[in-house]
T-cell receptor, first 113, second 106 residues
Framework: EAGVAQSPRYKIIEKRQSVAFWCNPISGHATLYWYQQILGQGPKLLIQFQNNGVVDDSQLPKDRFSAERLKGVDSTLKIQPAKLEDSAVYLC???????????FGPGTRLTVL | GQQVMQIPQYQHVQEGEDFTTYCNSSTTLSNIQWYKQRPGGHPVFLIQLVKSGEVKKQKRLTFQFGEAKKNSSLHITATQTTDVGTYFCGYNKLIFGAGTRLAVHP
């Protein structure tokens, strides 16, 4: 079974630029999550989708971050414009149903200069 | 809001020693999950606990969920170098604790 795919794996941008990350969850997984993990900290949930609907986006900085999951399969997370403090690993995870085991992708390491 | 404290932040052990990490909440948790993240890797699911007082074992790992469902622990017996990593508890929907980083010296 293929795991959660994410791209790119690494991205370096300058502040005020835009960036987008892509995630393809495990086939059949209804729930998709985006996390931000700053070095030395636990993952912080940014947004959670159930199929193509948003379940929770309370911690998403909506002035600069946006995410979508068209057709309830793959998802994109965008940052526009980026700030220095956005430097982190962005993890995508999926689960079969809400509150079940989450499978994480390899993450995208973002560096904002 | 709900807060979970994970202790200790760091633990250095000699190979063969035991290790325990704790996840403590000020409020009742509906469930708790434990994940392991190797250096440079992504979190990998270990276990989910749902019932009050639940105890589950996976080889050298023992997971417990408190009777009041406010705390949980992960205990590793006779650590090995392959146990190196950061152990996170995650609860409810999922909110992660800060993690316990385990270093094992051979």
């Amino acid at each position: 079974e293929a795991g959660v795919a994410q791209s790119p794996r690494y991205k370096i941008i300058e502040k005020r630029q835009s960036v987008a990350f892509w995630c393809n969850p495990i086939s059949g997984h209804a729930t998709l999550y985006w996390y931000q993990q700053i070095l030395g900290q636990g993952p912080k949930l940014l947004i959670q989708f159930q199929n193509n609907g948003v379940v929770d986006d309370s911690q998403l900085p909506k002035d600069r971050f946006s995410a979508e999951r068209l057709k309830g399969v793959d998802s994109t997370l965008k940052i526009q414009p980026a700030k220095l403090e956005d430097s982190a690993v962005y993890l995508c995870a999926s689960s079969l149903v809400l509150a079940s085991e989450q499978f994480f992708g390899p993450g995208t390491r973002l560096t904002v200069l | 809001g709900q807060q979970v404290m994970q202790i200790p932040q760091y633990q250095h052990v000699q190979e063969g020693e035991d290790f325990t990490t704790y996840c403590n909440s000020s409020t009742t948790l509906s469930n708790i999950q434990w994940y392991k993240q190797r250096p440079g890797g992504h979190p990998v699911f270990l276990i989910q606990l749902v019932k009050s007082g639940e105890v589950k074992k996976q080889k050298r790992l023992t997971f417990q969920f408190g009777e009041a469902k406010k705390n949980s622990s992960l205990h590793i017996t006779a650590t090995q170098t392959t146990d190196v990593g950061t152990y996170f508890c995650g609860y409810n929907k999922l909110i992660f604790g800060a993690g316990t980083r385990l270093a094992v010296h051979p």
